[in-house]
């Protein structure tokens, strides 16, 4: 069974960092793009950062220069790291990952399995 268990999510003031991981099997980590999206309370889900396979890596405008999307490949784990963070960027963060062909990298319908989710607070 495919699990994507996030971590690393937490309250902090404006201006600080937070550094987002998300774990999977090996198997799962080699065959999928991945991706991290997020959804603020009466907003749609989003797509933030997502890496293919062969490691091309998309960014939505807000969180460019700020956030780093990459793998860690010894742990398996996707990571998010996320600095100078905003009031804005409270929301629950959801990490994914997909198989399909074609779509936006950014786009929540591309994806197949999702984590739980990880609650960003910042004030």
């Known amino acids: 069974d ?3 268990v996030e971590s690393g ?3 902090v003031q404006a201006g600080g960092s937070l550094r987002l991981s998300c ?3 090996a198997y799962f980590y080699s ?3 991945l991706g991290w999206f997020r959804q603020a309370p009466g907003k749609e889900r989003e797509g933030v950062a997502a890496i293919e396979n062969d490691g091309r ?3 939505e405008d807000s969180v460019k220069g700020r956030f780093t999307i990459s793998g860690d490949h010894a742990k398996n784990a996707l990571v998010l ?3 100078s963070l905003k009031p804005e960027d409270t929301a629950m963060y959801y990490c994914a990952a997909g198989y399909g062909v074609g779509g936006s ?3 929540q319908y591309r994806y197949n399995y999702w984590g739980q989710g990880t609650q960003v607070a910042v004030s």
């Open 2 to 4: 495919v699990q994507l």
């Open 9 to 11: 999510g937490g309250s």
């Open 57 to 59: 890596i998309t960014y």
């Open 23 to 25: 774990a999977a099997s």
């Open 81 to 83: 790291q996320m600095n």
């Open 31 to 33: 065959r999928h793009y």
């Open 105 to 107: 990298p950014l786009s």
